[in-house]
T-cell receptor, first 110, second 117 residues
Framework: RKEVEQDPGPFNVPEGATVAFNCTYSNSASQSFFWYRQDCRKEPKLLMS???SGNEDGRFTAQLNRASQYISLLIRDSKLSDSATYLCVVNPQAGTALIFGKGTTLSVSS | GAVVSQHPSWVICKSGTSVKIECRSL??????MFWYRQFPKQSLMLMAT?????????EQGVEKDKFLINHASLTLSTLTVTSAHPEDSSFYICSALDPSGRADTQYFGPGTRLTVL
């Protein structure tokens, strides 16, 4: 089983749509969780951290379910500029390397 | 936020040559840096952990004699791909931990795209 699994997509949605991405992780002792965004041929950039209590930043909402080892990202009112690959990322332990999922590709069209 | 630079941003070289990639933390001292590699349509995979003043720790399957890592100062880590082959063509990205910040926050360089002909 892969350490971090995501549906690769692609997700093709119209502007204004709501889209949800899911991710599962295998190490139940993992400590920190993130969503990163990666544009084509660029480095990944931190989108938001994920907590059990949920985390909302504008149109983006992230949620962590530790019991089921499941992470989600919800994007509301999609914009063209949201088109990118969204990476689910787990940090097993503070100070160690991050573990990345393969990413889910989102394409928003007008 | 903290800034990490990488140089060069892209490089094309002939098979058999060596390529050095630099990763610098510009406004903080990084005792730990990480080197990742990303093949097309794949996830970032950790190659090695670079610790200032000590030998790097390599992930399973990564040849330490082929991918030489040197972390001689608190602001610079280098990755040298020796005797590069076309299968080494990839996107190499470094990240650095800021010890004064959150322990789970890493700052990524912009990456180096290596093409070996």
């Amino acid at each position: 089983r892969k350490e971090v699994e995501q549906d690769p997509g692609p997700f093709n949605v119209p502007e204004g749509a709501t889209v949800a991405f899911n991710c599962t992780y295998s190490n139940s002792a993992s400590q920190s969780f993130f969503w990163y965004r990666q544009d084509c041929r660029k480095e990944p950039k931190l989108l938001m951290s994920v907590y059990s209590s949920g985390n909302e930043d504008g149109r983006f909402t992230a949620q962590l379910n530790r019991a089921s080892q499941y992470i989600s990202l919800l994007i509301r009112d999609s914009k063209l500029s949201d088109s990118a690959t969204y990476l689910c990322v787990v940090n097993p332990q503070a100070g160690t390397a991050l573990i990345f999922g393969k990413g889910t590709t989102l394409s928003v069209s007008s | 936020g903290a800034v990490v630079s990488q140089h060069p941003s892209w490089v094309i070289c002939k098979s058999g040559t060596s390529v050095k990639i630099e990763c610098r933390s510009l406004d903080f001292q990084a005792t730990t840096m990480f080197w990742y590699r990303q093949f097309p349509k794949q996830s970032l995979m950790l190659m090695a952990t670079s610790n200032e003043g000590s030998k790097a720790t390599y992930e399973q399957g990564v040849e330490k004699d082929k991918f030489l890592i040197n972390h001689a100062s608190l602001t610079l880590s280098t990755l040298t791909v020796t005797s590069a082959h076309p299968e080494d063509s990839s996107f190499y990205i470094c990240s650095a931990l800021d010890p004064s910040g959150r322990a789970d926050t890493q700052y990524f360089g912009p990456g180096t795209r290596l093409t070996v002909l």
